[in-house]
């Protein structure tokens, strides 16, 4: 028997713990021993590293892909893909999708990891179609569940969108139980059920240690025929993070499992990453909470960042006496909502609703997010919503029956290349601001004005050493506060009669 490992260390772990806050220089002097590791893949890019590149550590996210290139020669480099929101948070129109899939395999991707939040398949189809296109010889479509529970996801439910992400075409399947919620009986059923259903096609499990169940949902995991399991170097991690990879290597080797995984060699990688903990836990950019256990996601279904994210926005408020009346309301919510996955971003999404009702009355005012869901802007839910809150959410207007970016324009990159002009040196830059607009085009300024040796650097302190590293710099004050994987950002309001 065989199940291997992807090493999450230089991307959702460190998001989960640091909120991606790991520069590209930091981790370079040990990737050459990484590539030595035996790991199955591993996962470096996509997700909030993009953005983080741009708005904190003055990198260019397609650069750090390509130093991880080289540096990686032998391993498979992984991604994760919103879909059509590819790392943001809006829907981009095709075009788009196809060069953003385009560039990242030929700057190096190997694995793309395709998920929508609403599991609405229309909404990754042609990241697939872009995938598979542009494929090279080890060029990986990996077809993503958005994993939570509810009554109307059944094991059945889960193995039907299996079955079709066969049909459209996938080379592999990943279950992503982001709230770390999935009991060890759960992972037993649903991956057996899966197995049966798709034959000897790979099946990936990804969970957190949020709430204490993540060792053990991936042993039951393994018992039930699981092919890989997503782990994390062990002093990255635990709490919000992945069960560690070390650990899971040591039992699944008494067990009589091939991993593929050097023992020798995932020793010196944690080696390497434990003092730069240690300098993120002295600089507080690691909060000692985001390495403990949540139950509470256990019976609200809550990632242990959208809880942040919560208790962040109620202090704002001066509001923190209504948090166990907004942890009732959530379940309430996200029924009315027709019972989405709490992921990125109707995790926010949801946990803003539920607070404003409790302030404000339920529904006395819906946010922009909320009222463009309800018209269909983010697809399809799972379930019906509430019908009632529909009509007094929308009054008239009907749900769109297509893709919000149906009836997007087609132009939007050469639109985007026109208005940076000069700044845009590569299509590589084009899509960093198609991305992240303000934050790219601040980069490039930057970036032009060191070549033409007018840039003056404001004095920013001094990195420290590597042993007591952590976020380079000062925090911009205007920055967003981030807690964990939690982003506190500000939504606007309408008031709905």
């Given at each position: ?142 077809g993503c569940i958005s994993y939570t529970q509810s009554p109307v996801h059944t094991v059945e439910k889960y ?339």
């Amino acid at each position: 028997m065989r199940v291997q490992l992807t090493e999450t260390i230089l991307r959702d772990a460190n998001q989960s713990l640091i909120a991606t806050r790991l520069p590209y220089s930091v981790y370079e002097p040990i990737l050459s021993k990484m590539d030595q590791a035996g790991y199955y893949s591993i996962e470096c890019w996509g997700g909030a590293t993009f953005d983080t590149c741009l708005r904190y550590l003055d990198e260019d996210p397609w650069e750090r892909l390509r130093g991880l290139r080289r540096n990686l020669p032998n391993s498979r480099l992984q991604m994760l893909l919103r879909g059509q929101n590819l790392l943001g948070y809006k829907h981009y129109p095709d075009s788009v999708v196809k060069k953003f899939v385009e560039l990242s395999i030929k700057n190096g991707i190997d694995v793309i990891r395709i998920f929508d939040a609403l599991n609405d398949f229309r909404n990754i189809e042609v990241a697939l179609e872009a995938t598979k296109e542009f494929a090279t010889e080890k060029t990986i479509a990996s077809g993503c569940i958005s994993y939570t529970q509810s009554p109307v996801h059944t094991v059945e439910k889960y193995v039907e969108m299996c079955k079709e992400l066969q049909r459209m075409g996938f080379d592999t399947i990943c279950l992503k139980d982001m709230a770390g919620t999935m009991s060890p009986f759960e992972a037993d059923s649903l991956i057996k059920g899966i197995k049966d259903a798709i034959g000897d096609m790979p099946v990936i499990l990804h969970t957190h240690c949020t709430t204490g169940m993540a060792y053990m949902t991936y042993m039951k995991a393994v018992d039930a025929g699981i092919d890989v399991i997503d782990t994390a170097t062990s002093c990255f991690s635990g709490g919000t993070s992945q069960p560690a990879t070390e650990t899971m290597f040591y039992a699944l080797e008494q067990m009589g499992i091939e991993t593929g995984i050097d023992e020798k060699v995932i020793k010196e990688v944690n080696d390497f990453f434990k003092p730069i903990k240690e300098g993120y836990i002295k600089d507080g950019t690691l909060n000692p909470k985001s390495l403990s256990t949540d139950s509470q996601a256990l019976v609200y279904k809550v990632p242990g960042g959208m809880l942040s994210n919560m208790i962040a926005n109620l202090t704002d408020m001066r509001a923190m006496d209504k948090f166990d009346a907004a942890l009732v309301e959530i379940p309430k919510v996200r029924a009315d909502l027709g019972y989405p996955p709490l992921v990125t971003p109707m995790s926010q999404m949801v946990g803003t609703q539920a607070v404003m009702n409790c302030i404000a009355g339920p529904y006395k005012a819906v946010s922009k997010e909320v009222k463009a869901y309800f018209r269909g802007e983010y697809g399809n839910p799972p379930a019906p919503v509430n019908p009632e809150l529909a009509k007094q959410i929308l009054g008239d207007e009907a749900p769109i029956d297509c893709r919000a970016v149906d009836s997007a324009p087609t132009t939007m990159f050469e639109d985007a290349r026109a208005k940076l002009g000069e700044l845009a040196q590569s299509d590589e830059d084009v899509m960093s601001y198609i991305c992240f607009p303000n934050q790219a085009e601040e980069f490039l300024k930057k970036r032009q004005a060191k070549a033409n040796g007018t840039w003056v650097d404001p004095a920013a302190p001094k990195a420290p050493a590597r042993e007591t590293l952590g976020t380079p710099g000062a925090m911009p004050a205007a920055a967003p506060q981030v807690s964990g994987n939690a982003v506190i950002y500000t939504v606007s309001c309408e008031q709905v009669s």
